[in-house]
């Protein structure tokens, strides 16, 4: 590591050090592998994954649980390098959690179109309705849109069970396609997260027939990448109890970008680069008409 960043970062044989040289090595493989933006949720898993920190707690020599958590410091060790130290940039790490809301504009109609054409789109899927994207939780969403938009496919995160959201958002969009609509489905593998796309399936059936496909996580997938089940605390039964779960995040962000993208692949009509540089074509045509 060059001597002007460990210079940025705490001592090396401490605590927080040791985070932080783990977080810039995994954010340097997400930036070669293609796979930025990543968010703190996958950072998390795939450190957990790599035996670097514990997935829920530490303990002290008793087994008695710490208040700290290793989640939080994952965060604390990406917030230096970003904040502090300022090795990597913010937006490598996105947060999924909030929104904000910024309104385009220009001093004329005719800037606007100008300003916006690098943006405008073609068909992609022949007049068919897109696959739909459905996430259950949103840092998942998060590091598949940038796949969704290049391949205008809609995504939505149910970040666990809803029902209004469904019927409000979702459910309209799947009856105003016509047909069959395909749906492209990636949640966590327990019971829980089973009964979660139950019913987010159950839910959107009312408003149409639905082509259902669960992408990740699955058994197989599990078998594949030799996935380890970690016993997940149910707190619905007046009980708690503690059940196997496989997370989505434990297959690796790229694993799940690449999942997604061979299966937009296949099944688009025609390829995407052959369609992009059309849709470049036509962008060069308008450009040459507003001058």
């Not at 994954?49 to 087994?63: F, I, L, N, Q």
């Amino acid at each position: 590591m060059p001597e002007e960043i460990e210079k940025k970062l705490s001592k090396p044989d401490s605590k927080a050090g040791r985070l932080q040289r783990h977080c810039l090595n995994l954010l340097a493989e997400h930036r070669r592998d293609g796979a930025i933006p990543t968010s703190g949720r996958f950072l998390f898993y795939e450190l957990v994954s790599r035996g670097v920190v514990p997935k829920d707690h530490y303990r002290d020599e008793t087994g008695n649980k710490k208040s700290r958590t290793p989640a939080q410091d994952v965060a604390d060790a990406s917030w230096h390098l970003r904040r502090k130290a300022r090795i990597v940039p913010m937006d490598w790490i996105v947060d999924e959690t909030r929104d904000l809301d910024s309104w385009q504009y220009a001093p004329s109609v005719g800037k606007y179109v100008e300003d916006t054409l690098p943006f405008a789109r073609i068909d992609l899927w022949e007049d068919a309705a897109p696959p739909l994207i459905i996430c259950e939780s949103r840092s998942l969403a998060g590091v598949l849109r940038r796949i969704a938009r290049d391949y205008l496919c809609p995504i939505a995160a149910t970040n666990g069970q809803v029902g209004g959201f469904l019927h409000t958002t979702v459910g309209p969009l799947i009856e105003g396609g016509g047909g069959t609509r395909r749906v492209l489905y990636f949640g966590d593998l327990d019971l829980s997260g089973g009964h979660i796309e139950e019913n987010t399936r159950n839910e959107l059936s009312e408003y149409g027939e639905l082509d259902w496909q669960r992408l990740a996580i699955t058994h197989v997938q599990v078998r594949e990448h030799d996935l380890v089940p970690v016993m997940k605390t149910d707190r619905r039964f007046r009980a708690p109890k503690k059940f196997p779960a496989v997370e989505t995040e434990a297959l690796r962000q790229r694993e799940i970008q690449r999942i997604l993208t061979e299966r937009l692949d296949a099944e688009l009509p025609e390829s995407l680069p052959v369609v992009l540089e059309r849709e470049e074509q036509q962008r060069v045509a308008v450009r040459e008409r507003l001058d």
